[in-house]
């Protein structure tokens, strides 16, 4: 059975930075495409970043590019999330997902599972 657990959220002040962790158990996590989403209140999940198996290819949404930074570490069956320069409008529950397929990245990721997220807030 997969899972993904996130960590690393939590709050932080307006410019600031955090890390978000994804640990990944049940496949062979090398083969499979990783991405984050993102729910704000009373607001729709949104796509944040997608990093390919190869840990070649990476994407990001036009509101944090620049600011974050998806990369895997394929030993560790981890992905990272390097949040920087936040803003409050980063606000949310972060959510880390596999992608359905191996050797597959769809744009967004077309997750197979979910984690079950983790809380960033960010204060003005």
């Known amino acids: 059975q997969v899972q993904l657990v996130e960590s690393g959220g939590g709050l932080v002040q307006a410019g600031g930075s955090l890390r978000l962790s994804c640990a990944a158990s049940?496949?062979?996590?090398?083969?499979?495409?990783m991405g984050w989403f993102r729910q704000a209140p009373g607001k729709e999940r949104e796509f944040v970043a997608a990093?390919?198996?190869?840990?070649?290819?990476?994407y990001y949404a036009d509101s944090v590019k620049g600011r974050f930074t998806i990369s895997r570490d394929n030993a560790k069956n981890t992905v990272y999330l390097q949040m920087n320069s936040m803003k409050p409008e980063d606000t949310a529950v972060y959510y880390c997902?596999?992608?359905?397929?191996?050797?597959?990245?769809?744009?967004?990721?077309?997750?197979?599972?979910w984690g079950r997220g983790t809380q960033v807030t960010v204060s003005s």
């Open positions: 049940g496949r062979a996590f090398n083969n499979y495409a």
């Open positions: 990093i390919g198996w190869g840990d070649i290819s990476t």
């Open positions: 997902a596999s992608e359905k397929s191996p050797f597959t990245l769809s744009v967004p990721v077309d997750p197979g599972f």
